[in-house]
């Protein structure tokens, strides 16, 4: 077991993990944030989406030791300080961007990054960037309207 | 102008909070003090008899608590089948026994042979691997129609054959079809392949048994659309524990599409380890776990005939399938290609004689049951593929050839046992022909062509029985379970309400929806309603949600629930204003006396009922809570009909879709928000089949597609915006509300509509032999269609 420490959401931790231990298990596991979520084995979901210093990442693709002394952001991270909902998160309510919500955390994680990398993409563009990340509830139309929206972008009445 | 409350208003999700915030509360997501973990030992061969199984090495390693085999598990029932087809002959189907754990046999990969438990879920998995099965490895059997052979080796010794059931539907039509197909001017024949599908709801299946011997209780947490169903069935059937002793929790749920409507052997063996073990026991399934363990969907090879007289008239149809059933019989896998399915052979259009022949198969392979539309997807596919072949067979434009046969009288009872009570199918096509722009498809293929590009536009209808429900009706043919709904409405003293529904939210939205319904019947705030459901603990028994039947059986439920509780509120309204309790008025959430001044809000009668020192006690009881089970007295019958245009490349045969187009008829809509988002979602899983996803086996049984690497899924570059529209409506005859469903429609009307675009585009850019190519339309078969 070796020791980790990084800062999550603003917050310093720590932990004892594996060597095998994935950075997606010591943010479920050793820290409680379950919304962060595992949705395959072979990094093809996308349901593990945070961010590693500012980039989106698959948390399931590093192990935690690599994290070691990472700034971390997971979807319990992303609210406005007074709890209400960010402008991209607000976006998925209001155009329905989300039924179960299990790919949401990680959809909300890249479209954040993708917002911050391109901060008015076009639909072709939203679609390529959120290749990586599966939804098998919304047919993405929704999730597409909703990163237009919260882009600022004008989103036609349905 | 929309509506800004109640029914017919896009309210937004409230359940959306702690999803994006990352609160939701999944099944993974719990983890009960002191919880040991399991992982299943799987067969990694389609077929072989299990001589025994070596456990000793996975015993000693570090962290095993148990290693369970099949012994292991004294008194555990198999797994049961919750329906019973009976055959063309009137005999029952051959139903094999389902082990939670194999015994004798493994007959898929996947098949669970053993379970380690141990204190992490990592030296779980380490230890399963040093498990040794021991098994004499035999032929599979694949293949729909081989496995049909007299000398074809069987997949249940105990059977006398590897037919589950041969179905005739209607069996006294069926003379009557064979004449007038023999006789007809024009008979129209298609040799299809419906393939099997892996539904992949992103979050993978999880349970966790727990057991409490202060008090001799069982409670299973697990990924399930209708936990009093699964408490039922393993209680009963599999464990022996009575209902009050067993509860079920299925907490947030994420997707199911059908797929976790049934009782697994996971769930049955952790409740079972909890008690045996005297701790908690989990199971997270991991996705290539998934792809060979949760119940697989469609996979029906069929041969339609339509016979037609010269003026395109429809004048039989006959159909004969293979189903794939499988390896064993999943919950409800033998209603699929029958009751679900041929009862729709009749689609939108009156086709006086209809006959429908399924043989249902084991084979080696993960068991089918309901996915998505289950056996509706398969009948509007088969139908509406023959259609489009004889319009372009007789020469007669395909809409104009659907539009002549449109049933347009209703009620309508169809030649194969169901009654459509109501329905308006040039509505929908006549609302499809103006939002498509068909007059515009010549320009835009004349700017494909320039671009060396192939157009086509491809059309369909579909007509989906929905609400799955009616008990007497399942009941004679031959559900072992009643299929009504339940709620109860509790009234809490301060005014506020909580519905406690057996219907089970995993996507659909109903802790909006539902109360939407309620807020607008009292005419209160919808935040004063709260959605109560998934524990058996504190939910009435009711049959949970799939076949689109939330809102039109469960919401009926609320509904009748809701009259009770306005009906005993009027009355103590009455006393409270010494009138006559039919001279109570109830609107915008208070009471008045019909012709005069007279009011009291609805907290001050809810707080009469519960604090009754000014109170009708000689007449009604203290308190306002109420139940009612709902059981209707028909299916209900959206319908609708979708456009695609498609662009084919022909140097790769790549297939783009250009726009795809749904006009749907659900009746009356609560929330039209989230009823946008059942279609879109429907279509991608109906484009996903037609373009992309296909489950294979190799011949020795091994799933090829076992990961998402393998298997493919729509991501949001594969498909396009979608435009729905559900402005037609025709209500529901028989249920309160006049809904009808729409959690299927897209993915049942979708696949046929993506074919028929992309046969025009070769049709039309000269590949005229192309009458037809199986799902998924990968480039590499639509550039061997064309070769």
Known sequence: ?158 | MPKDHGIGASSKRREDIRFLTGKGRYTDDINLPGQAHACFVRSQVAHGRLKGVDISAAQKMPGVIRVFTAIDLEGVGGLPCGWQVTDRHGNPMQEPGHPVLATGKVRHVGDPIAVVVAETPEQARDAAEAVQPDIEELPPVLDLRGALAEDAVKVHEELSSNLCYDWGFVENNREDVDKAIATAHHVTTLDLVNQRLIPNAMEPRVAIGDFNPATGDSTLYTTSQNPHVIRLLMGAFVLGIPEHKLRVVAPDVGGGFGSKIFHYAEEAFCTFAAKALGRPVKWTCQRSESFMSDAHGRDHVTKIELALDKNGRFLALRTQTHANMGAYLSTFAPSVPTWLHGTLMAGNYRTPLIYVNVKAVFTNTVPVDAYRGAGRPEATFQLERVIDKAAREMGIDPIELRRRNFVTEFPYATPVAVEYDTGDYHATMDKLVEIADFAGFEARRAKSAARGKLRGLGVNCYIEACGIAPSHLVGQLGARAGLYEAATVRVNATGGLVVMTGSHSHGQGHETSFAQVVADMIGLDENMVEIVHGDTANTPMGMGTYGSRSLAVGGSAIVRATEKIIAKAKKIAAHLMEAAPEDIELKNGAFSVAGTDKSVAWGDVTLAAYVPHNYPLEEIEPGLEETAFYDPNNFTFPAGAYACEVEVDPETGKVEVCSFVATDDFGTIVNPMIVDGQVHGGIAQGLGQALLERAVYDEYGQLLSGSYMDYAMPRADDLPSFTVDHSCQTPCTHNPLGVKGCGEAGAIGSPPALVNAVVDALNRGGYEHITHIDMPLTPSRVWAAMR
């Open chain 1, 1 to 158: 077991m070796t020791e980790v420490s990084m800062t999550v959401n603003g917050k310093a931790v720590s932990g004892q993990v594996e060597g095998r231990t994935l950075l997606v298990q010591f943010l479920r596991e050793t820290l409680g944030l379950t919304g962060t979520h595992v949705g395959c084995d072979t990094s093809q979901c996308g349901t593990c989406v945070i961010h590693v210093n500012g980039k989106a990442v698959k948390s399931c693709t590093i192990f935690a030791q690599e994290a070691d002394g990472a700034q971390i952001t997971t979807i319990e991270g992303m609210a406005n300080p007074d709890g209400s909902l960010s402008p991209i998160q607000k976006a998925f309510q209001d155009y329905h961007g989300l039924q179960c919500g299990f790919c949401t955390p990680g959809m909300v994680m890249s479209a954040a990054a993708l917002l911050a990398e391109n901060p008015t993409p076009t639909e072709a563009e939203i679609r390529a960037y959120l290749s990586g990340n599966l939804c098998r509830c919304t047919g993405y139309h929704n999730i597409v309207r909703a990163i237009l929206a919260a882009s600022g972008q004008g989103v036609a009445a349905e």
